[in-house]
């Protein structure tokens, strides 16, 4: 949404810097509760990465080019806001291909439980690993239902959380021993194991076995989302999110104001407002508040302060590729449906032993080898985001996540690495298919393919995602850590007034809105 107006205040009582979802649901929560709200937007329209677009030219289908499912974002949040807005389960939750004998086979997870524990038995010889993977996802769930709710409430003791949880192994399997250990002790098939641990990969790049524990915070909030941990499908893309919050923030009074980039913000210390210095296409100006919240990361936030920033750069990893098909592509696995295949996330060189191997060829400064990855379909839960004549004709879309890609590998030859390694990451993708994916591609109206390819240097200077991580530093645990850092909330920042909402917070990172509603919860003093 892009919007401009003149400021209707000489002090607001909440300046938001940044137009992004979190920074949205701050400005919506806060202006319905009767403050004064502005958002300064650098872009020319909101959204920040949860936004829908049109990448090819003259060509009617709206992908979701950046961000791109929904998990963590919690129902109370679409509620109180009164969001027009709604997600749409995938009817089969993954299909990995793999080739074992000389012929081509694969593991479905979904489609019911009888079809599941088939599928199970047939890659892996017996039940086994069927029942283990029940008992592993019953305890994830568990801790699903048990965690998701605390991340809308004051932030919990390192011990409080333990208690909710109430669960001693799960919390030994999830917050102190590397995730690795646990997927090794219950799992014995490599592909299996391979398809549990992406979950502790998407966007951190770390060994199963990384003391530091990246691994396991990245796999915590991917299985707790909505107390069940399911990743769901945005109706209209997710630009139909943060339209909807755009329009809900509008409704409640917020000003916006597209096209405003914030230079620095100055403030004394005390709870004496806060100046806030924006630049625009006609020049500089400022505004007043008595609160500044900022939605874009702790080392952006630092710069406005004229701070150094703490810690070592965040560095992103990962390939981003959108592409538009004219059609599905067959499979070599005859047994299963593309449809079925691409719906839920189909999972490329991602065994246990292929994702070590490429954490350890990137970490040595080498693009992987055989570079892992997974793609889903939108289109084929949601076909509102083609056009008529589009969905008519059978197109679809394909969104694939490439995983171990940090940034450090593109900084010679950004241009030259993308382009080796999206060879590569389709060619893995081929292996699988009875056709090429190029012969299925759509072209656009220059007669260009549609398909284009983000690293984490692209998204860094698209997006200023710092190094292009998606979720501005390494996630962090839920709860508070010793010494205060947080707040109360998780979004205080130790300046009186400053507050961080983006996904760099604590409890930050995904499409959640939760530092949003966080940060306006403190303001309002909750």
């Known amino acids: 949404m892009t919007t401009s107006r003149g400021f209707g205040s000489d002090v607001y009582d909440a300046v938001i810097v940044g137009g992004g979802h979190n920074g949205l649901v701050a400005a919506a929560y806060l202006a319905r509760a009767g403050r004064s709200v502005l958002v300064l937007e650098r872009l020319g329209h909101t959204g920040g990465a949860a936004v829908s677009t049109r990448p090819f030219a003259g060509v009617d289908a709206r992908l979701s080019r950046y961000s791109y499912l929904v998990s963590l974002l919690p129902a109370k949040i679409v509620r109180e806001l009164g969001l027009s807005f709604e997600v749409r389960k995938r009817a089969v939750s993954s299909y990995t291909p793999v080739e074992r004998g000389g012929r081509p086979g694969g593991l479905l997870v979904g489609g019911g439980e009888a079809r599941t524990r088939e599928s199970f038995a047939r890659l892996t010889g017996s039940d086994r690993e069927y029942e283990s993977w029940r008992a592993f996802y019953g305890t994830t769930g568990r801790a699903a239902e048990r965690l998701f709710p605390t991340l809308t409430e004051p932030l919990p003791t390192r011990t409080e959380l333990r208690a909710r949880l109430d669960d001693e192994a799960a919390w030994r399997m999830l917050f102190e021993e590397p995730v690795g250990q646990a997927v090794e002790r219950e799992f014995a098939d490599d592909l299996v194991r391979g398809v549990v641990l992406t979950d502790a990969l998407i966007g951190t790049f770390a060994d199963a076995h990384d003391p530091s524990l990246a691994q396991n915070r990245c796999f915590l909030y991917h299985v707790i989302g909505g107390g069940t941990g399911d990743w769901d499908v945005p109706v209209g893309g997710m630009g139909a999110l943060t339209d909807a919050l755009a329009g809900a923030a509008l409704a409640a009074g917020t000003e916006i104001a597209t096209g405003h980039e914030v230079l620095r913000i100055d403030t004394d210390g005390t709870t004496a407002p806060a100046e806030v210095t924006f630049r625009t296409a006609t020049g500089e100006g400022s505004v007043a508040a008595r609160v500044v919240i900022v939605n874009a990361s702790p080392r952006a936030l ?3 302060l004229g701070e150094e920033p703490e810690g070592p750069a965040p560095e992103g990893a990962q390939l981003k590729v959108n592409m538009l098909l004219r059609r599905l592509p067959r499979l070599r696995d005859t047994s ?4 079925e295949a691409f719906g839920g996330t189909f999972h490329i060189a991602e065994g246990y032993e292929q994702l070590a191997r490429a954490h350890a ?12 990855s997974e793609i889903y379909c939108h289109s084929l839960t949601d076909p509102s985001i083609l056009g008529p004549e589009l969905a008519a004709q059978g197109y679809q879309t394909l969104t694939l996540f490439g995983l171990h890609t940090p940034a450090r590998l593109f900084g010679h030859d950004n241009r030259g690495a993308r382009e080796v390694l999206l060879t590569a990451t389709l060619a893995q993708l081929d292996a699988h298919l009875a056709e090429p994916l190029t012969d299925c591609l759509a072209f656009d109206a220059d007669g260009r393919p549609c398909i284009e390819a983000k690293t984490p240097l692209d998204l860094e200077r698209e997006l200023r995602l710092p190094g292009g991580h998606i979720f501005h530093r390494d996630l962090s645990w839920p ?11 998780g979004v205080e920042t130790g300046r009186p007034g400053v507050l961080l909402c983006g996904a760099g917070a604590v409890r930050g990172g995904g499409v959640s809105g939760v530092p949003g509603h966080n940060a306006a919860m403190a303001v309002l003093g909750h």
């Open 302 to 304: 630092a710069e406005l």
């Open 479 to 489: 709860y508070a850590e010793p010494g205060g850092a947080g707040g109360r909330w």
């Open 361 to 372: 060829e990137a970490r040595a400064g080498e693009l992987p080898s055989v570079p892992p």
């Open 336 to 339: 299963v449906d593309p449809r």
